[in-house]
């Protein structure tokens, strides 16, 4: 069974760093392409970045573009999202989901609170 | 950026059909994908490629269109059918997401 399990979440000060996690299980990491995407309060979903299946190439949103960066360490089957500079419009659930260019299989997203 | 719209909710009787509609800014050619998503939950993804159904969803749904127009059905709604779908569209960089269709049962 694919899990995906977030974790790293929390309350944050605008203008401080934080970092996501993201366990994956129940599939060959190293195969498949992952994301982020995060869903503000009571608002829709919004691509956040990819990462490649070897980590060699990496997309962002523009809004995040220089403030944020996806990793991976493939030897772990995990996925990280640096998170630099936040802002508080960057308040959202974030997931963890895998494939592109479509997300089959989601985490159950991780709750970042940037407030001062 | 390419803008999907979607209608904000509709409210659909139970073993009737619904119909969602998603309209692209541009052509996404049959690069559209649906996804539900249920209260407190994380989305999952049911249709992808416009049309395919994705591991284990049932045949009750299902997606058509390409380029501009696209239309997701549920036939006949059951009750845990309730939920929000979201279109996602992956022509074009960035990935975007319709603002999602809140469906209801009359």
């Known amino acids: 069974e694919v899990q995906l399990v977030e974790s790293g979440g929390g309350l944050v000060q605008p203008g401080r760093s934080m970092k996501l996690s993201c366990a994956a299980s129940g599939f060959t990491f190293n195969n498949y392409d992952m994301a982020w995407v995060c869903q503000a309060p009571k608002k829709g979903l919004e691509w956040v970045a990819t990462i490649s299946y070897d980590g060699s190439s990496t997309y962002y949103r523009d809004s995040v573009k220089g403030r944020f960066t996806i990793s991976r360490d493939n030897a772990k089957s995990t996925l990280y999202l640096q998170m630099d500079s936040l802002r508080s419009e960057d308040t959202a659930t974030y997931y963890c989901?895998?494939?592109?260019?479509?997300?089959?299989?989601w985490g159950q997203g991780t709750l970042v609170t940037v407030s001062s | 950026d390419i803008v999907l719209t979607q209608s904000p909710a509709l409210a659909v009787s139970l073993g009737q059909r619904a119909t969602i509609s998603c309209r692209a800014s541009?052509?996404?050619?049959?690069?559209m994908h649906w996804y539900q998503q249920k209260s407190g939950q994380q989305p999952k993804l049911l249709i992808y490629?416009?049309?395919n159904l994705a591991s284990g969803v049932p045949a009750r749904f299902s997606g058509s269109g390409s380029g501009t127009d696209f239309t997701f059905t549920i036939d006949p709604v059951e009750a845990d059918d309730i939920a929000t779908y979201y279109c996602?569209?992956?022509?074009?960089?960035?990935?975007?997401f319709g603002s999602g269709t809140k469906l209801e049962i009359k």
């Open positions: 541009e052509s996404v050619r049959s690069s």
């Open positions: 996602q569209q992956s022509r074009n960089d960035p990935l975007t």
């Open positions: 989901a895998r494939g592109f260019p479509w997300f089959a299989y």
């Open positions: 490629g416009a049309s």
